[in-house]
């Protein structure tokens, strides 16, 4: 099947009183119909930067390189306006804080449409009735009624329902969730996650989901990204990735969160913090970090994406064993 | 049952029967002597839409030497539960005893006492330490307010000692807290909490804000201090693996009360109370297998309003097995194992009726 949307060696590149960050450093990636995709990182990793950039919603400031293809479009170096139109169309968006995509004096109701409004051309009347029906599709109770009030008067992942029924409007072909319950409670995160599973099942949609929390990436992914330093260090089935990851990073940041089967042993941990965009390492950007560390190599130059097995790619000099080929 | 019997066995709850005495002398302390202590607190707050009951009957111990955790999700009350310890709120009714001496009428110049014994660590670095005062004045205010150390040499060494014990260059000193990384920070936040050589550190959401990578750290470094220097710890987080992992005793908190309380294993492998099952069955787990074939006990809606708190038991509207007994009894912390508490009705039994049906 064709991506929905693809990235080719994608950069973004921002101005800042202190010399150009390097947000993102070259990066590819695809998701298909019904499949997700999930980008995972620590801040600063560039994850959400190569969403924002590929879809055209980077900072002003940013200079952004690189082929995206949306449905098979070239969407680089079309107008704004154009870009504008399949955007609106063709992708709805998730934020972390629900009320920076709800505008507090409208009712939830009219801001379910408004896109709907504009690019399918729904009246009033219709958008209304319409309204009703996304609500209750992402499991608002009594949402004739709930459709008339103000985002104030819901909770956290009341207020996140709404925004996903927003997103879910124009029945898009994408949808972008970025970090979207990373401020939820962690019993409301379950219900959102089965929630945009279930729709998507049912709607077909294709999900490129943000995160840094590698238990959520393990429950919703289908192939999972692992970005470090504007790059991707590792990618591949979910599956093949957390079964045998194969690039330092991946191996330590998995064995970095206490895990209650294992006791109370001391945790691994990976030393230093992650590199500022400001100042990104010559060779790999987990170097200096590394507890592997290998050679001069690794220092000076860039280690290539390679695969590992089907799907399976690693950008590394030294991929690592498996636990079960080191016993 | 009357108040006080709840409070009674709330108390036992989290602490082990032996009855400590209450008053004792602060200066002679026993291992395992009780360091702090809520009684049957509660910390109501008037709001325009009515009173917010954050904190409404808990009770608890601290230990000396070992971590008490304390998990919930938002609107628990489980940072209001450590800002009383340090009495940065004022308790409605309850009471809070520190090292044995009844703190909770205590004057703002004698509260002044209080903040050197009980330390606190916040979950933002950034926001908790002053962007204009290098790192090294950030940690020696403790040591000038409550006047630890004679003159700038003496301070200067303190200073170097304390970024030494957290894992930071005495360079480090000099810089301001924008030139440091989140880890950094909280390292400072740490060693601003050791400087009065607390008898009580309440750690409330120290990893959250930091990243994967570094929250392991700092779990370390927590864990290493306490081993080293003999600290007592109120470990406050809504990560449950955290709290697992930090924590000696733990209590789990829904709407202002205490639900649950034990050992990290009995929560873990054999929850008792319903909100227990549920929140563990929701803890995402890094393995994509795993998370395929387990089965999530979803909770419907949101967690009620503290202003109108369900009458009889507090989940009952959200609890997948309430029955209609639920409604009518406010059920008490009742053990149900060795140190193995649950305010349900229906303890452990509701759990396995949930997790077969």
């Not at chain 2, 049957?40 to 009957?57: E, N, Q, S």
């Amino acid at each position: 099947m064709k991506p929905v949307l693809a990235v080719e060696d994608l950069t973004v590149t921002i101005g800042t009183r202190r010399g150009p960050a390097h947000a993102v450093a070259g990066v590819d990636w695809a998701v298909r119909p019904g499949e997700t995709l999930a980008l995972v990182g620590e801040s600063g990793s560039g994850k959400s930067m190569s969403v924002l950039a590929a879809t055209g919603l980077a900072p002003r400031t940013a200079r952004v390189t690189g082929r995206v293809h949306l449905l098979g479009m070239e969407l680089t170096g079309v107008t704004e306006e154009r870009r504008r139109r399949l955007r609106g169309r063709h992708i709805g968006f998730v934020f972390q804080d629900p009320m920076t995509s709800l505008n507090p004096v409208l009712t939830v109701g009219r801001q379910v449409t408004e896109a709907a409004e504009e690019h399918l051309g729904l009246t009033r009347r219709a958008a209304r009735s319409r309204a009703v029906e996304l609500l209750d599709m992402v499991g608002i109770p009594s949402a004739g009624q709930r459709v008339d009030a103000y985002p104030h008067q819901f909770s956290g992942g009341m207020r996140q329902r709404v925004v996903i029924a927003m997103a879910l409007a124009c029945e898009p072909d994408l949808l972008i969730a970025d970090e979207p319950t990373t401020a939820l409670d962690v019993t409301t995160q379950a219900q959102i996650v089965e929630l945009v599973g279930d729709l998507q099942r049912r709607l077909g949609t294709a999900v490129v989901w943000i995160t840094h929390d590698l238990g959520v990436v393990a429950g919703i992914a289908d192939t999972v990204a692992v970005m470090y330093g504007g790059r991707i260090l590792e990618q591949g089935p979910v599956d093949a990735v957390f079964g045998t990851p194969s690039h330092p990073y991946t191996k330590a940041l998995l064995a970095a969160r206490p895990d209650p089967a294992a006791g109370s042993a001391e945790l691994v941990t990976i030393a230093g913090a992650p590199p500022s965009p400001l100042d990104l390492p010559a060779g790999c950007a987990f170097w200096p970090r590394c507890p592997v560390r290998g050679d001069a190599r690794c220092e000076h130059e860039l280690p290539p994406l390679v695969p590992v097995s089907a799907g399976h790619q690693v950008r590394t000099f030294y991929p690592q064993p498996s636990d079960g080929e080191r016993r | 049952m009357s108040e006080r019997q709840r409070a009674d066995d709330q108390l036992s709850a989290v602490g082990s029967a032996d009855g400590t005495a209450h008053g004792g002398v602060p200066k002679q302390r026993e291992p395992g002597e009780v360091v702090a202590e809520l009684d049957d607190l509660a910390v109501w707050f008037p709001t325009p839409a009515g009173v917010v009951r954050a904190v409404d009957g808990v009770s608890l111990r601290v230990r000396r030497g070992e971590t008490l955790g304390l998990v919930g999700e938002s609107g628990s009350g489980k940072s209001t539960t450590g800002l009383a310890l340090l009495r940065l709120v004022d308790p409605t009714s309850g009471t809070v005893r520190v090292g044995g001496e009844d703190v909770t009428r205590w004057s703002r110049r004698r509260l002044r006492a209080l903040r050197r014994r009980v330390a606190m660590v916040f979950q933002d670095p950034q926001a908790s330490l002053d962007p204009r005062l290098t790192i090294g004045a950030s940690i020696a205010e403790p040591l000038i307010v409550h006047r630890l150390t004679d003159g700038g040499a003496a301070r200067r060494r303190r200073v170097d000692e304390l970024l030494d014990m957290v894992g930071l260059r005495g360079d480090l000193a000099d810089r301001h807290p924008h030139e440091l990384s989140g880890g950094q920070r909280q390292r400072v936040g740490i060693a601003r909490a050791l400087a009065g050589e607390p008898d009580l550190i309440v750690l409330d959401e120290p990893i959250a804000s930091l990243d994967l990578s570094v929250q392991a750290q700092i779990m370390n470094l927590l864990r290493r201090l306490q081993r080293d220097l003999g600290l007592t710890y109120l470990f406050i987080a809504h990560d449950l693996a955290a709290v697992e992992h930090m924590s000696d005793r733990m209590a789990v908190m829904y709407l202002g009360r205490i639900v649950e309380s034990g050992t990290p294993a009995q929560i873990w492998r054999d929850p008792a109370h319903p909100y227990t099952a549920a929140l563990l069955s929701a803890v995402p787990v890094a393995d994509p297998q795993a998370e395929r074939e387990r089965r999530r006990i979803i909770l419907s809606g949101d967690i009620p309003s503290p202003v109108d708190p369900p009458g009889g038991c507090r989940f009952r509207t959200r609890c997948p097995q309430a029955r209609p007994e639920c409604a009518e009894t406010d059920p008490v912390l009742a053990e149900i194992d060795p140190d193995h508490r649950a305010a349900c009705l229906f303890a452990k039994e509701a759990v396995r009726a949930m997790r077969s049906a």
